[in-house]
C-alpha cells in the first residue's frame, strides 16, 4: 500500500533546539522559514512601484536595511536587496512593476536564519571573522557579507539593549547551515554553551576559530 502522507516541509536545523551559555550571555536559536526573495532592479526605476506595494522603501545607502510592519529590506548591493517577511510580495509586486526590467526570485528555502544574541554575541562573532563589528562601525539595522570560519553568510544586527546585548541574525545557505551553528557554539564554549557535533561529521578546525 502506497504511503500519500503529504511532505512535512521542514528547516535546515528543525534538529537543533535553542541554547544557552551560561546567564544567557550568549544564546543561539534558528528563525525557521521565514519568507525570502531576492530582487534585481535599477533603483530609479523600481524604488517607487516597491514603496507602492509593499510600503517600504529600498535602502540605497550600501549595507543599510529598511523595515515596516514585518517587512524588512536588507541592501546587497547596489542594484540587488533581500525582502525578508512577507509571503505574497510576488503577487504584490508583479503589477506595480509592470514592464520595468526586473528580477524577483524566491529564496526562503535557499537560507535560513541563525540568530546569535546576548551580551557577549560580540565578542563570539569577532572569532569567526574580519568584519568591524564594534558598535561604532557597525550599528542597529546594518547588514554585511563575509566568511565566518568556512562559511558565506549575511549579518545583519537587528537590535540591542543595555541589558541584553546585540541582537545578531545571520542568513545562511541550507547547505552550511548545521556547520555554522556548531561553530557559533564552539565559539562561545569558554562561557558555557553547549557543545554541538555536526551531523555531516565535518571537523571544527581550530583555524576556523579566531582567538580574541
Known amino acids: 500500500m502506497s504511503d500519500h502522507t503529504p511532505p512535512e516541509r521542514r528547516s535546515p536545523l528543525a534538529h537543533r533546539s535553542a541554547i544557552a551559555a551560561e546567564r544567557d550571555i550568549v544564546r543561539l536559536v534558528e528563525i525557521p522559514l521565514l519568507a525570502k526573495h531576492i530582487l534585481r532592479v535599477d533603483p530609479a526605476a523600481g524604488a517607487e512601484p516597491v514603496k507602492e506595494a509593499l510600503g517600504l522603501g529600498l535602502p540605497v545607502e550600501p549595507l543599510t536595511t529598511a523595515r515596516s510592519g514585518d517587512l524588512t529590506c536588507l541592501w546587497l548591493a547596489p542594484d540587488e536587496w533581500m525582502i525578508v517577511g512577507g509571503e505574497a510580495i510576488v503577487a504584490d509586486l508583479a503589477k506595480p512593476l509592470g514592464a520595468t526590467h526586473y ?8 537560507y535560513t536564519v541563525i540568530e546569535i544574541a546576548g551580551p557577549y ?18 550599528p542597529v539595522g546594518q547588514v554585511a557579507g563575509s566568511v565566518f570560519g568556512h562559511a558565506n553568510a549575511w549579518l545583519w544586527l537587528t537590535g540591542e539593549s543595555d541589558d541584553d546585548g546585540p541582537v545578531f541574525r545571520l542568513i545562511v545557505r541550507w547547505s552550511m547551515a548545521d556547520y555554522l551553528w556548531c561553530l557559533l557554539a564552539e565559539c562561545s564554549r569558554e562561557w558555557g554553551m553547549p557543545e554541538e557535533q555536526p551531523v555531516a561529521g565535518e571537523t571544527m578546525l581550530q583555524a576556523s576559530v579566531q582567538s580574541l
Open 103 to 110: 528580477q524577483l526570485t524566491d529564496v526562503s528555502d535557499y
Open 121 to 138: 554575541a560580540r565578542e563570539a562573532l569577532m572569532k569567526l571573522t574580519t568584519l568591524d563589528i564594534h558598535p561604532r562601525a557597525f
